[in-house]
Structure formats: C-alpha cells, structure tokens
C-alpha cells in the first residue's frame, strides 16, 4: 500500500509539475505590447462587410433567418467604390485613436480579406476584388497605426459549424457537419492573418454561441458542444507561437481564459455589467471596453439613436478613469463611407483629446472616483480629476491621502482652492470655470 500510495503521489506531482510547464507565461516582446497597449487607451472599432448592404446590422442574416444560399447573393452586388483606407484612417488618427480593430470575418463567414483557404472572401466572391484588410493595414504602417483583427469564431455559413449553437440555425444548412473539420478551417484562417499581415493581435468573437450553462443570455437549444470544446488553448499557442508579441482577446464574456492578454468588456465598463453579458469579474490584464456610436455595430439605416458628442466623451472618461482603453466603433455605408454624424463626433472627439490628451494617454486608473459624478487617471505626480457630473461648487474627495502641491483647472491652468478634511480633501471650482461636458482638474502631488 505505501508503494501504491508513493506512486500516486509521484504521478499526482508529475501532472501537476506538467501542468506548470505547459501554463501560459508571455514573453518579453508580448509584456511589452501590453505596455503599449494600455498607454495607447483609445482605438477605432470598424464593423464592415457584406451586410452592411442590408442596412440592418452585421446581425441580420441571424434575425431575419436569411438562408446560407439567399444571403451568398449579396457578395455578388458589393462593390464599395468610396471605400478609402487613407481617409479612415486618417480621421481614426484625427480622433485621437492609437489603433484600429477591424472585421476580418464576422458571423456571416465572409473574409474581408484575401483568403487563401476559402473561396467565400472579398477578393473571390464580390465584384470589388480587393483586399480591404491589406488596404487597411498599409495605411495604418503609413500614419504609425497599429492594426488588431476581429476574427468570428462563430460561423453561420460553414457547412462543417456543426452542432449549431443558439445563434444562424434557420440558414438552411443540413444538419451535419464535422466539428473539428471546421476548427481546422477556422485556425487556417488565423494562421494566414498571423503570418501573411503585419497586426498587432486579434480580437475574437462567438466563442459563446457554443457555451451552455450561461442561462441568464443565452438561449437554450436542442444541442450544442461544450464551449470547452473551441479547443481555445490550440489556437492560442499556434498564435504565440508564431509571434508571442501578438496580443490575444477574446468577447467571451467570462474571466480570461489562459493563454490571453487583454480582458475585453461589450457596451459597458469593466465589471459594471449592465448588459448582463458577463459577470463582476476584472482580471489583473489590460482592459478594453468597446462602445457604438449609435445603438448599432454595423451599418443599420433605421437606427437613429446617435449618440452625442457629450454622450460619448463622458462614456470615454468613464472607461479610461476605470483604467481601461476605449474601442469606439464605427459602421461604414454599403458604398465604403463613414456616415457624416459619425464623422462629426470623432473630430470633435479629437478636439477635445487635443486639449485632454496628457490627462488619459499613458495613464492608469486614478485613486480616487465619486459614483456618478468623478473619475480620476493618474501619471507620474499628477492626479487628473474628470467631472462628468457636476452641480455645485464644493467637492470632498474622499480616499486622496497624499501630500499636494496643489490643485489647477487642467484647461486654463488657473488655480483651484483645496483644504484637507476629516476624509480626504476638499476642492472649490467655480460655476464660471465648469465645462458643459467634461470638467477636468489636475492635483500635482508632492
């Protein structure tokens, strides 16, 4: 029995030692993108691809159950002749964005991109031709623009995305399929963005389409593989393993799986959850939180649920004093044009970053925060107070313990009255020194 007993100890100590081994542990290259990644805060979103012909969002061949064979007669008619990588990424470079994460396949299984594994891409099955992802990418090279890729794992064209998930099961496709013939398919995929594009990581979506058990959003089907079966740590390592540095998220809505580097949160900030598409978590990785302009990804005709300039800066000075970078997303037109609102919110997103832009590059969650009210970045000595919020003159901040220097209006430098109190200190800015949007003060520490 004590031989039996030594043995099972031996082998317990032997897995758990391989275990060990074969953990996640990021290379020098890779901390030092996340590094980037986290001073860089502020990027531009692109969902853009066939359905935006549609005008119904990149949703709709799933809500309006258009079959496999009926929704491959759009590619037929895309030819987006105003499509200008130059332009876009220029006006993501005037809005103050640092990097830009576009749709290289969404859920209706198209390629934006010259595939070399599938004949349903932009290049092969629309008149247009071209490859809009390398369009992209060397217009970002030109302007010092680093480019992320969005890669669906979720599939509603593939034959072999089989058992469906919750998600694309009225398009018509018979139900049959080989799973892990698609997972091949679906890391060629990802492979040749790896290697024959010059990204900074990927951004993968639909991992939750095959995750039973998350009751509270997910609907219940007939059948469905476990989401463990994405086999994600496969994928993963073939990833890193071809360029560690490349960044890895994924819009799974649950804590970070191993082998990711940045935690990712939909429409919301990190841990609020009021989507409920994921819990309270918040891990110790980058973050990102990633917002619409409108109420839409893609380009949706009827949606006119603009978002206001004030809207969308104090939603950015949220995110950013939540210590998490901002993906604000934009859905170009069937003819490759950003709409015009659309244009005129990221420019004067870009004012205004022109003069708050030392206040959120490069900074990280600030100590201090007023729920509704406050929230604060911090660089260095300086503490970076945003007022999204403000209907009075004298404000406690509670929890700020440092010795300071003192306190000034960041816009106008002027100088702010400050005295401690029994909970931190209180500060004193004037109605006429208030802005309509954003007021921001900045508390140089000793």
Request: hydrophobic share 35%; net charge negative; glycine share 8%.
């Amino acid at each position: 029995m004590k031989t039996i007993s030594l043995y099972i100890c031996l082998l317990g100590l032997l897995c758990s030692t391989m275990v060990a081994q074969e953990r996640y542990v990021p290379s020098q290259e890779n901390l030092d993108a996340r590094e980037w990644f986290e001073d860089a805060r502020f990027g531009m979103f692109i969902h853009w691809g066939v359905y935006s012909i549609l005008g119904d969002g990149e949703w709709v061949m799933n809500n309006q159950d258009i079959p496999a064979d009926r929704y491959r007669l759009l590619p037929t008619f895309f030819n987006p002749t105003a499509f200008d990588a130059e332009k876009i990424v220029t006006l993501a470079k005037e809005a103050g964005m640092k990097y830009i994460t576009f749709t290289s396949k969404h859920h209706d299984g198209l390629a934006m991109y010259d595939s070399k594994v599938s004949d349903y891409t932009v290049i092969k099955s629309t008149p247009y031709q071209k490859d809009v992802l390398r369009m992209l990418e060397q217009a970002c090279k030109k302007h010092g623009m680093k480019l992320f890729v969005y890669y669906s794992q979720l599939d509603w064209n593939h034959p072999d995305f089989y058992p469906r998930g919750w998600t694309g099961r009225k398009t018509g496709r018979p139900e049959s399929g080989d799973w892990n013939a698609y997972l091949a398919y679906q890391d060629a995929q990802i492979k040749e963005l790896a290697e024959n594009y010059d990204i900074a990581g990927f951004w993968f979506d639909g991992w939750w389409d095959q995750a039973p058990g998350k009751e509270d959003w997910h609907r219940e089907v007939d059948y469905r593989i476990s989401g463990n079966d994405w086999h994600l740590e496969k994928t993963y390592s073939m990833i890193h393993d071809i360029n560690s540095a490349l960044l890895i998220g994924n819009n799974h809505h649950e804590m970070p799986f191993e082998g990711e580097d940045f935690q990712m949160f939909e429409k919301d900030l990190p841990g609020k959850n009021t989507t409920g598409f994921g819990g309270a978590g918040i891990s110790q990785l980058p973050l990102e939180s990633c917002q619409t302009m409108n109420s839409s990804w893609g380009f949706n005709l009827q949606d006119t649920k603009e978002k206001s300039e004030k809207e969308l800066i104090q939603f950015m000075v949220q995110t950013f004093g939540n210590g998490a970078n901002l993906l604000l997303n934009v859905g170009p037109m069937p003819n490759g044009e950003i709409q015009t609102q659309h244009i005129n919110n990221l420019k004067a997103i870009g004012d205004w970053m022109d003069i708050y832009g030392q206040t959120i590059y490069g900074t990280q969650k600030g100590p201090v925060s007023i729920e509704g009210s406050m929230t604060s970045t911090r660089k260095d000595n300086s503490v970076y107070l945003h007022f999204y919020q403000l209907d009075q003159q004298k404000i406690e901040l509670n929890g700020l313990d440092a010795k300071i220097k003192e306190v000034i209006l960041f816009k106008d430098k002027s100088k702010i009255k400050h005295k401690r109190s029994n909970q931190g200190v209180v500060i004193e800015i004037p109605t006429e020194k208030q802005d309509s949007i954003v007021t921001v003060v900045e508390v140089v520490l000793k």
